[in-house]
């Protein structure tokens, strides 16, 4: 079973560019998050989607930070403009449910603001 | 609001045993868990405890005492792989945002030595 795929890996950008991460939840899993992991501290949460409702964006920044999830599978977060702030690791992750117990998290994107 | 506290470095010898632990305060809470992430890499979910006590998966403990909002996971048998950081997250449920969050620890960075 494919696990969660983020892309891309890396991504360095100068301030005040766009950027934009992608996360591919298992299969079958309709709860997905976005987390925002900084250099020795816990993932934070940014979103939280039931299949294609944002049902928790209270984390999430909104002036620059946008999320979707057109069809309830694949996600998509979106910075504009960057700030040297928003480096950080950007996860994704995904649970069968709300009421999962075990979230299953990709590998990360690594941002780096410069 | 939701804190959690544990340590921040833990140093065992290979072979030994190591108890993190992880203390809480949080309202609306539902159980907590357990991640591990090496560096560079994705979270991974290592157990769940709802109920007080103890469970043990292979090498793995982990306890809960809801009274004193602490826990701590065991890890024996050491093993140099064990060497990662490793996170406690308090599940809770807020009636505005939907079901449940995790919140995370800012984590415990393990160093197992020969």
């Known amino acids: 079973e494919a696990g969660v795929v983020q892309s891309p890996r890396y991504k360095i950008i100068e301030k005040k560019q766009p950027v934009a991460f992608w996360c591919n939840p298992i299969s079958g899993h309709n709860t997905l998050y976005w987390y925002l992991q900084n250099l020795g501290q816990g993932p934070e949460l940014l979103i939280r989607y039931e299949n294609e409702e944002a049902v928790d964006d209270s984390q999430l920044p909104k002036d620059r930070f946008s999320a979707e999830r057109l069809k309830g599978v694949d996600s998509t977060l979106k910075i504009q403009p960057a700030e040297l702030g928003d480096s950080a690791v950007y996860l994704c992750?995904?649970?069968?449910?709300?009421?999962?117990?075990?979230?299953?998290f990709g590998p990360g994107t690594r941002l780096t603001v410069l | 609001g939701q804190s959690l506290e544990q340590p921040s470095e833990v140093t065992a010898v290979e072979g030994a045993i190591v108890q993190i632990n992880c203390t809480y305060q949080?309202?609306?809470?539902?159980?907590l868990s357990w991640y591990q992430q090496h560096d560079g890499g994705a979270p991974t979910f290592l157990s769940y405890?709802?109920?007080?006590g103890l469970e043990e998966t292979g090498r793995f403990s982990s306890f809960l005492s809801r009274s004193d909002s602490y826990g701590y996971l065991l890890l024996q048998e050491l093993q140099m792989k064990d060497s990662a950081s490793y996170f406690c997250?308090?599940?809770?449920?807020?009636?505005?945002?939907?079901?449940?969050?995790?919140?995370f620890g800012k984590g415990t960075k393990l160093s197992v030595i020969p």
């Open positions: 997250a308090v599940r809770a449920g807020y009636s505005g945002a939907g079901s449940y969050q995790l919140t």
């Open positions: 949080t309202s609306g809470f539902y159980g």
């Open positions: 992750a995904s649970s069968l449910s709300a009421a999962g117990t075990e979230q299953f």
């Open positions: 405890n709802a109920l007080d």
